[in-house]
């Protein structure tokens, strides 16, 4: 009973910790599309993948790499790199 208990805590503040995550980075959009100078990199961290903002200077071509788990954020839209299985 405690092993499960524990396991769906964990489950819990994992999904937490993405909502947080997904609340951030939407957030810092709004304010970028208001405001074009602010730029951001919203990477992953921690166990359970929480936000970590890194404001940058506005880049004007975005590049996204597949070993890093972050988003990046110019002019109010978010760029994410997906990998999807076909």
Request: proline share 3%; hydrophobic share 40%; with cysteine.
């Amino acid at each position: 009973m405690r092993k499960l208990r524990a396991i769906w805590r964990l489950r819990l503040i994992k999904a937490d910790a993405q909502r947080y995550y997904e609340a951030t980075a939407y957030h810092l959009a709004k304010a970028s599309r208001i405001n074009h100078d602010l730029s951001y990199v919203v990477h992953k961290v921690g166990i359970f993948g929480g936000p970590r903002i890194e404001p940058i200077q506005r880049p004007e071509d975005v590049r996204l790499y597949e070993k890093g788990d972050y988003v990046v954020i110019k002019d109010g839209c978010i760029y994410r790199l997906t990998k999807e299985a076909v």
